[in-house]
Every structure is written in C-alpha cells, then in structure tokens.
C-alpha cells in the first residue's frame, strides 16, 4: 500500500431529510449538486481544475444511472472532468473516498471531489413479475381476438406493486431484511429491547446538543427547493424520543418475538455528503489547509446474517496495523443501521469466543461509548444509503477537530455481509500547516 498522504480538504453535506410521504422534493443529483456547489466555491481552484469526481450511490433513478458523472457536468466541472459512480450498498459514500485515495496514491489524480448520495423517498415501485409476464403478453397480441383473451386472464392482484426499496434491502442469498439480521445480533448477544431504545433515546439527545452547539454548522449547506422553500437542517432529530414513547413501538421484522422496532432502526432518508481529497502536491499547489488526512482504511466480508458486526471485521485490522487498542483512535463512529448492530459490534468485541472464531484474536475489550458517536447518528440523524459512509468520516474529522483530539476510526456495516473502516486524523490549525510544509521540504 503506498504511504504517500491523501488529505481530506475540506467537506460539504446536505440536511438528511426523512423519507415521509412520496417522492421528496429533491432528486439525489439536486442533493449532491447543492452540497457540492457550496463546497467548490470556498475552495482556491476552479471545478475545471479536480482530476475526477467519484460518487457513491445505492438507488441511482434511471435518468441518473452514472449520476457520479451527472454531478460532475451539473456541478461546471466541464466535459474533460470525468465523474464516476461506485456502489458498495451502504458503504457507498465510503467506497467512493476509497477509490479516490487509492488512484492519488496510484499517482492518476492530485484532486478529486468525492462523496456520496441517495435519494430514497424516490425509489421505485415496480410491477409484479405475474404483471410483468401479463403485459409481455399484451404486448405481443396482434388482433383483437388475441387481446381479449388476455383481457381475460388479468388478474387485479398482478396491480399489487413491489417496493423497490424493501427488495433492495432484503439479501438475496440468505432471504433476510436488514432488520432481519439486526434481530438475529440481538438473539445471539442478548441485547435486549430497553437497551436498544435506551442506545436510541441517546442518538437523539446525542444529537440535539450537537445541534444546538452548532456541531453541525461547519458542514451543512441548506437546501432550497424550486419552489423557494429552505431546508436547512436534518429534519428526524426528534425532541420526543423518549424510552417511553420508545417503549410504545411495535417491532417492525419480527412482529411476535422481535425487539427491532421503527424507533431503534436508522431513519429512511434522502442526503448527501460530498469531500475533497488532495495529495500533498495539490495541498501546495493551491495553499490548501486540510481538514484532516486518511491514515488507513479496510473492508472486510463476513456472514450476510450478520451484516451488522462489519465494523467489528473492518476496524479490527486497522487497530492490528497500527498497533492500538479500542481506547487507540480519541473517537469512533460506528454507523447507527439499528441499535441492536451498534451494540452487538460493542459485544462482539468483548465477547472471547467471538473474537477467537471470527478475527484470530482474544477478545479487545469495552469501546468506551463516551467516544462513541458523540453527536448521535443514524438513529436521530438518518440513514441515506449511499451517503452515509462518507457523512461519517466528514463529521468525524469535525468532532475532533472541535475537541482538540486527533485520531477517530468511522466504521459502516454493509448489507450482503460486508464491512468497510477507515482511521482519520485531524489536523490543526497551526499556521505552517501541511501546505507550507510541503512547500519547505521542495525548497
């Protein structure tokens, strides 16, 4: 792997808004152009002047199939910028900052703006296969005769429409939702439904101090519909979420022994969040001063019945590289899917047996969860699929930077087994910052 440093610049997302009813008001390009749009015009450079632009995206529309490239276009990079779309289901985002930093260390681009995307509310309702079959027929039938007869053999049930989005989110080798596989770390590490609610309750009031603190400010950009309407921040951060209300919920997966409910599941959401990279010649070249830089980054497979440990497969290897413990990085996002996957990667990585059979090692110990997620996550905040892993690492390098600490891990569990970390480090503010460092050693 080659050591040359990618740094993350500089960072934009949009407010994270909670699917409700029908399409929302913005399609996933509206969103990432907006991001991304606030995030250029800050910078030294020109759109004209990034190498490429790499986008992840889990529910692309048909118009915007390589929406990566759409962006590019729609955002004035001009025709000789190429855009890119990547897909790693909910590690999108996190995949596309991965394939930026892996070609400025192959040495192919110095400045790419990459991120992630997902316009949920817009995913698609699809016939029926029995549907499908009927109007093939239908279509296929020439007289009049023809098309009676198969008049005759419609069915009103073939209407019934399938929800792309739940098809989606259901694995197609093991037949389980993602709620599904939550439920099954439940049973397996014995977490039970008040922990899950109390962990949500927290995501929550986690989230509405950052809020009021204005932990969210640096990296939102307000979105403005056609219509002249703003929304300017994430709009499922509830005041409401209380063990009680909580409590009340009924499980969604699992409707007679389950304890995954609405309220202790990440939020349907539309958002995005878009970063700019840069090697350390484009950090001269443009006196950029970097947010931070990306120390290592792992993706790992495991068993898609529980998808939800990834983080515990991804991050594990890094902490081995870079010789540390759980307490290593200062912070940690671990993305909120469900409660249940957060808690049971925090068990898993107690847990002797686990960690034996499944990472080779005994077992880590307690992840202190006062490092844990410090300003909420998925639960109060959202979960935009394709955005959501590189939210994570953008917000980490903001909470640390806020709190004057250094190293964070963000780690993402991935639907079909999968999971995805990457270990950051925040960088000051001090006036001979990497820029000029790199300027001296050229000197």
Not at 31 to 42: D, K, T, Y
Not at 192 to 209: F, G, I, K, P, W
Request: proline fraction near 5%; glycine fraction near 12%.
């Amino acid at each position: 792997m080659s050591t040359q440093a990618v740094y993350v610049v500089d960072g934009a997302r949009s407010p994270f808004l909670k699917v409700r009813t029908g399409p929302g008001p913005f399609s996933a390009a509206d969103l990432a152009v907006q991001a991304g749009r606030e995030l250029l015009l800050r910078q030294s450079f020109s759109p004209e002047d990034l190498d490429e632009v790499i986008v992840g995206c889990a529910a692309p529309s048909p118009d915007e199939i390589n929406i990566g490239r759409v962006i590019a276009l729609r955002l004035g990079c001009g025709p000789k910028v190429p855009g890119w779309t990547v897909m790693r289901n909910c590690a999108s985002g996190m995949q596309a900052l991965d394939s930026a930093m892996t070609n400025i260390q192959a040495g192919r681009a110095d400045l790419v703006l990459a991120g992630g995307v997902d316009a949920l509310s817009h995913a698609p309702l699809l016939f029926s296969e029995d549907m499908t079959r009927w109007l093939a027929h239908w279509m296929a039938a020439r007289s009049t005769g023809q098309k009676l007869r198969q008049l005759g053999r419609f069915r009103p049930v073939f209407l019934k429409p399938v929800i792309g989005l739940l098809k989606g989110l259901t694995d197609p080798v093991v037949g389980l939702s993602m709620g599904q596989t939550a439920e099954n770390l439940a049973m397996q590490f014995g977490i039970s439904r008040a922990s899950m609610d109390a962990y949500a309750e927290r995501s929550h009031q986690r989230a509405l101090v950052a809020r009021s603190a204005g932990a969210f400010a640096a990296e939102l950009v307000p979105l403005i519909d056609r219509q002249g309407q703003c929304y300017p921040e994430d709009d499922g951060i509830r005041t409401d979420s209380t063990l009680e209300r909580l409590g009340r919920l009924k499980p969604v997966f699992d409707r007679v022994g389950g304890s995954i409910t609405a309220g202790n599941s990440s939020q349907v959401t539309d958002g995005a969040a878009m970063l700019l990279l840069a090697s350390e010649h484009a950090v001269a070249r443009w006196g950029l001063q970097p947010l931070g830089r990306i120390v290592d980054r792992q993706w790992a497979g495991l068993d898609p019945a529980s998808m939800g440990l990834g983080p515990v497969h991804a991050a594990t290897p890094i902490l081995q590289r870079q010789q540390l413990g759980l307490d290593g990085p200062d912070l940690w996002e671990i993305n909120e899917a469900f409660a249940a996957q957060v808690l049971g990667c925090l068990a898993a990585w107690q847990d002797e047996r686990y960690c034996q059979a499944q990472l080779g090692t005994s077992a880590w110990g307690t992840l202190d969860q006062s490092r844990l997620n410090v300003d909420g996550g998925a639960i109060a905040l959202g979960h935009p699929v394709g955005a959501s892993g590189a939210r994570i690492v953008l917000h980490l390098l903001h909470a640390l930077k806020a709190r004057g600490l250094r190293l964070g891990m963000a780690s993402i569990c991935i639907g079909g087994g999968q999971g995805g970390a990457m270990l950051v480090e925040a960088l000051g503010d001090d006036p001979v910052g990497p820029a000029q460092q790199v300027e001296q050693e050229a000197a």
